[in-house]
């Protein structure tokens, strides 16, 4: 199915629904849930996904899994989806927080396979044994780091969320504290209990964050100028040490693009 609302298909008694949906460059899919978890790949473009726990960068051919009725909202930057809504009865094992993940050749070649799938596609045969060699190849995946959670309490989130928007390497924790009322001592140790992380270690992971949707238009020099780093070889390191693989393999897709088309998720 393509292009078609989850809402005029989720009635539909099969386990997995296989969308595929094209969106304009920029568009936001507001805050919403759905019934089922969600397996969204992005088969071009960037995603950004929030939640109230958190953000996940989703790079260019990999996927998000998104648990049952988690409300989420969802930067679409150039992106053609292959989507799953899967029926939550069926997969105890799916996460319980939103989880990036690579999509090996085989899992991709399924997707597309299974969005050219009818509503009331067969249970037997070719279509079904597809639909559940689909997750059984998704149980497998291992979980990337594109992720920073986002604190509870509503001024520290406020910052974080600022902060996501535009990152800027001259913020300091000084700053931030004077923005909260308190000293910089109490406000570290209070960023630190709500995140797991001091505020310059997050905002540092932010900010690599940050770099994936900006290598699509710019190159490795200027993204790592453009965030603060002080040499493409100091921005190389930090996001190779940080999310394992370097920046170049997110910039050689960054002229990817999905067709002018956009449906609801």
């Known amino acids: 199915m393509r292009n078609v609302s989850l809402a005029d298909v989720d009635h539909a008694d099969r386990i997995v629904l296989p969308i595929g949906t094209d969106y304009p460059p920029g568009h936001v899919l507001d805050w919403h849930e759905h019934r089922r978890a969600q397996f969204l790949y992005g088969a071009t473009g960037v995603m950004v996904v929030d939640t109230a726990e958190g953000t996940w960068t989703v ?3 990999r996927a998000v899994l998104i ?3 988690t409300r989420h909202r969802v930067h679409m930057l150039g992106v053609s989806t292959r989507s799953l809504y899967v029926e939550p009865s069926a997969i105890p094992w799916w996460p319980a927080t939103c989880t990036v993940v690579n999509v090996p050749p085989l899992l991709r070649e399924l997707l ?3 969005v050219e799938f009818e509503i009331d596609y067969s249970l037997s045969g070719r279509e079904g044994t597809i639909a559940a060699l689909l997750l059984h190849e998704i149980a497998e995946l291992a979980p990337l780091p ?3 959670g986002i ?3 509503a001024d520290l989130a406020k910052l974080c969320r600022e902060y996501l928007a535009a990152p800027d390497a001259g913020v300091t924790n000084a700053a931030w504290a004077a923005r909260t009322a308190m000293s910089e001592r109490a406000f570290t140790r209070r960023f630190r209990w709500e995140t797991g ?3 310059a270690v997050w905002r540092a992971r932010a900010r690599l964050l940050a770099a994936v949707p900006l290598l699509r238009s710019a190159s490795v020099s200027e993204v790592g100028a453009r965030l603060g780093y002080a040499s493409p070889a100091a921005f190389t390191a930090a996001f190779t040490r940080t999310f394992g693989m370097p920046p170049s393999r997110f ?3 960054r002229r990817s693009g999905g067709p002018n088309r956009s449906r609801t998720s």
């Open 59 to 61: 790079p260019p051919e």
């Open 67 to 69: 648990p049952a009725a």
């Open 112 to 114: 597309l396979a299974a």
């Open 146 to 148: 594109f992720h920073v």
């Open 151 to 153: 604190p509870a309490a």
């Open 197 to 199: 992380d001091s505020p």
């Open 251 to 253: 910039a050689a897709s």
